[in-house]
């Protein structure tokens, strides 16, 4: 079975950073391409950025130069690093795995930036 946990939201002041982790289980995580995704209140998610298997990244326009997406396939994990955090960025950030034509979320974990 499949699980993805998400970690390290919380409230940061605009401005600030964060680094956001996903843990990944019950797959063979080094093949996976992973990709973080974002949802506002009363908005629709919204793609974040994607990192394939050869660690390739790829970025929203959004986040693009402050955003930076890393895996480590030894830890089975993924990160989200965030930095110069904005209002707008406030939102509860989710994982997705994707392997074999198939997706796999996790639960999600807010992100909050006062301005």
């Known amino acids: 079975q499949v699980q993805l946990v998400e970690s390290g939201g919380g409230l940061v002041q605009a401005g600030g950073s964060l680094r956001l982790s996903c843990a990944a289980s019950g797959i063979i995580f080094r093949m996976s391409a992973m990709a973080w995704y974002r949802q506002a209140p009363g908005k629709t998610r919204e793609w974040v950025g994607t990192i394939n298997s050869a660690s390739a990244t790829f970025y929203a326009d959004s986040v693009k130069g402050r955003f930076t997406i890393s895996r480590d396939n030894a830890k089975n994990m993924v990160y989200l690093q965030m930095n110069s955090l904005k209002s707008e960025d406030t939102a509860v950030y989710y994982c997705?795995?994707?392997?074999?034509?198939?997706?796999?979320w996790g639960q999600g974990t807010q992100v909050t930036v006062s301005s």
């Open positions: 997705k795995l994707m392997n074999a034509g198939r997706e796999y």
